[in-house]
């Protein structure tokens, strides 16, 4: 496999993880915060440098561009990724460390010294010593989830682009806002991309394809009570932080949550609670690789809030259940070739491919189920949504490797 150098890969990570393109789910704007059109705005102006003569970003703030062809009548394919990051843990002033030649060990990170790296949580260290590895300060998330897979696909558009002897098909490239949020392809449809199948870059690690997420619903519980100065408040008084208290305390506590989970098992997940005695509102993740355990993980939630009203007369509990999206496992069994061809290209990448599931979901969960095949490769995320999120250059770079070989391997067929 010809080497094709990835100087610039860095400094392109760098870049975009200083701009803040933290989501907002409360914002009633899309994108739901500015920093993601700043970002697809500079994503559009470096593609065009570049020589993609389409990019262009729409009224909605994603990114649309086509890198042409060079083998005639090779399929489209498309690569995407998400420029917001969690709303979970501030993206705002950014500070990476670059971390040449990793000696081994803990890494303490300078922004704050509590915020420790351990190798016993990331055993992965142990085989990077040598290599580049890049953190936050400590204070803020680092945002390799997702602009290492933007800076991946930047990467691999600009070796493509300088190198027209590589032998590819029109190669489609979309960067999607809100994805955190559940909102990545809220403005996106398969015909628009015009792909056979789409691969996000947005994974763990090196050489891994998942082809199989999560499926989601969100609980929105709403608890109401009554309010009355506590002077007077005996027999009359009914206090919704106290009863949102007892709501949590009786979802499962040994089981089905994300901290006692792992592998194949679901959760529930309160992970927002807010209001006051009048009334509370708790936000609830419920998640199973098999979609009809939802409507019973709803069924408990339910369930419970019954027995609060039972006991505290007075006291309302409404359950909203919105959808989010599901497992993408049948949509992509229909498209063999996209994982078929993704194994090629990590092998002829020198890497050994691994298939893996996602305990979470991605932009390809959703536009699976428009009817795009869309699984997911490794960019070199490690703890997203953490002020401990750490990458790797070298995984990065290993990822660029990969989806240009992927091109080659699609236009081949």
């Keep these: 496999m010809p080497?094709?150098?990835?100087?610039?890969?860095?400094?392109?990570?760098?870049?975009?993880?200083?701009?803040?393109?933290?989501?907002?789910?409360?914002?009633?704007?899309?994108?739901?915060?500015?920093?993601?059109?700043?970002?697809?705005?500079?994503?559009?102006?470096?593609?065009?440098?570049?020589?993609?003569?389409?990019?262009?970003?729409?009224?909605?703030?994603?990114?649309?561009?086509?890198?042409?062809?060079?083998?005639?009548?090779?399929?489209?394919?498309?690569?995407?990724?998400?420029?917001?990051?969690?709303?979970?843990?501030?993206?705002?002033?950014?500070?990476?460390?670059?971390?040449?030649?990793?000696?081994?060990?803990?890494?303490?990170?300078?922004?704050?010294?509590?915020?420790?790296?351990r190798v016993e949580d990331n055993p992965e260290l142990r085989q990077l010593v040598g290599k580049t590895i890049i953190t936050s300060d400590g204070t803020t998330l680092l945002g390799a989830d997702d602009k290492a897979g933007v800076a991946v696909i930047m990467e691999a558009c600009r070796i493509l682009c300088q190198h027209p002897e590589i032998p590819h098909g029109p190669i489609r490239v979309v960067f999607t806002c809100d994805e955190e949020i559940g909102k990545g392809v809220l403005h996106l449809d398969p015909q628009q991309i015009g792909a056979v199948v789409a691969y996000t870059l947005d994974g763990t690690g090196v050489g891994e394809i998942e082809a199989e997420t999560f499926s989601a619903d969100l609980a929105l519980i709403a608890i109401s009570g009554l309010n009355i100065h506590p002077a007077i408040a005996q027999g009359r008084m009914i206090n919704a932080v106290r009863l949102a208290a007892k709501f949590i305390e009786r979802l499962p506590q040994r089981t089905y949550s994300p901290e006692t989970t792992s592998g194949r098992q679901g959760f529930l997940h309160p992970y927002v609670i807010e209001g006051g005695v009048a009334e509370v509102s708790i936000r609830c993740l419920l998640r199973d690789f098999e979609t009809p355990q939802l409507a019973e993980y709803a069924a408990w939630l339910r369930e419970i809030g019954q027995q609060i009203e039972r006991e505290y007369p007075g006291a309302q509990v409404r359950i909203q259940i919105q959808p989010q999206y599901r497992n993408m496992r049948d949509g992509i069994a229909r498209e063999p070739r996209a994982v078929d061809y993704a194994m090629q290209a990590i092998r002829r990448a020198g890497l050994e491919p691994r298939l893996k599931s996602i305990r979470g979901g991605t932009d390809g969960a959703l536009l699976t189920a428009k009817g795009l095949p869309t699984p997911n490769l490794s960019c070199g995320e490690h703890n997203f949504h953490s002020p401990l999120e750490w990458t790797c250059l070298e995984e990065m770079e290993a990822a660029v490797r990969v989806v240009v070989e992927l091109c080659q391997v699609w236009a081949g067929h």
């Design 3 to 117: 080497h094709y150098p990835t100087h610039t890969l860095l400094d392109r990570f760098l870049r975009y993880v200083q701009i803040d393109t933290q989501a907002n789910e409360k914002a009633a704007t899309y994108p739901s915060t500015p920093g993601q059109r700043e970002l697809t705005r500079l994503l559009c102006e470096e593609l065009r440098q570049l020589g993609v003569a389409d990019a262009r970003q729409t009224e909605h703030g994603l990114v649309f561009a086509t890198v042409p062809a060079t083998v005639p009548d090779a399929p489209t394919i498309a690569l995407l990724a998400h420029v917001d990051t969690s709303p979970e843990t501030s993206g705002r002033n950014v500070r990476p460390q670059v971390i040449r030649n990793y000696p081994g060990g803990d890494i303490v990170l300078p922004g704050d010294p509590r915020k420790i790296i």
